[in-house]
């Protein structure tokens, strides 16, 4: 997008950012902001879009269409793979302007335990979902990509995580993921349940998600949001170990 055709946008005012109208919030237009590398406007127009909706809502609709369609214009030749990774750079910090407030409820809550699978790198995903964790009650602990099973296992053993939320783009990460959810479960301490959330692109495989007997796979975040809300519903109404 040329810049005679960008949309005009305020200035960033803390006093006066809150009044802008969300919908003047497009996909192409955040892309265009992460294109280049503009955070600051970036989370500004986040944060006006989350004025009207659930951050689920704005994650899995403004931010995944405006990731798509930096995708799709890098793979028509007309964004370089320096601008992908200037906007996939400036993705991560403008998440890191826009997270929620914490609450009692995100310090005392049910612990989720987040990482990328051996390997896994691509976790801006699991970003977004620590973000609607925390706003949906949790304590979330997010520990990263390319984490070996071992290491994950232990940090769940160590601290009785009620959630591990696993992420893997690539079919030949199947087996991570397996080990990943093996080393977990045996990880857990007895009587006490542990559930296995996975996202990315390998949760479209209906055949491994039956094999793990995951508690939920899937890309949406709006529906990870409402299962997360469930279980620390249950979690609350019930004694240790139900």
């Known amino acids: 997008m040329a810049p005679e055709d960008m949309p005009r946008l305020p200035p960033v005012d803390p006093s006066s950012a809150r009044r802008v109208r969300p919908t003047t919030m497009t996909p192409e237009v955040l892309a265009t902001l992460l294109v280049e590398g503009d955070d600051e406007l970036a989370a500004w127009a986040l944060q006006s879009a989350l004025a009207e909706r659930s951050r689920a809502e704005v994650f899995d609709g403004l931010l995944r269409e405006a990731m798509a369609l930096i995708g799709s214009r890098w793979q028509e030749g007309r964004w370089s793979i320096a601008d992908e990774h200037l906007a996939s750079q400036t993705v991560t910090r403008t998440l890191d302007r826009i997270q929620p407030p914490t609450t009692p409820e995100s310090r005392i809550g049910p612990l989720a335990v987040l990482a990328g699978v051996t390997d ?14 925390v706003d949906a009650g ?30 893997a783009a690539l079919p030949d990460r199947a087996d991570a993921v397996r080990e990943a959810v093996a080393a977990s479960r045996a990880a ?55």
């Open 120 to 133: 896994e790198h691509h976790v801006i995903g699991l970003s977004c979902l620590e973000q609607v964790l």
């Open 138 to 167: 949790w304590t979330v602990a997010n520990l990263g990509p390319d984490l070996p099973a071992a290491d994950l296992a232990a940090y769940v053993g160590a601290n009785q995580a009620d959630l591990v939320g696993l992420t």
């Open 188 to 242: 857990a301490a007895p009587g006490h349940p542990l559930r296995i959330l996975l996202g990315g692109a390998l949760a479209a495989d209906r055949d491994l998600v039956t094999e793990l007997d995951l508690d939920f796979a899937g890309d949406s975040l709006v529906a990870a949001a409402a299962f997360a809300r469930r279980l620390a519903a249950k979690l609350a109404g019930t004694a240790p170990g139900a």
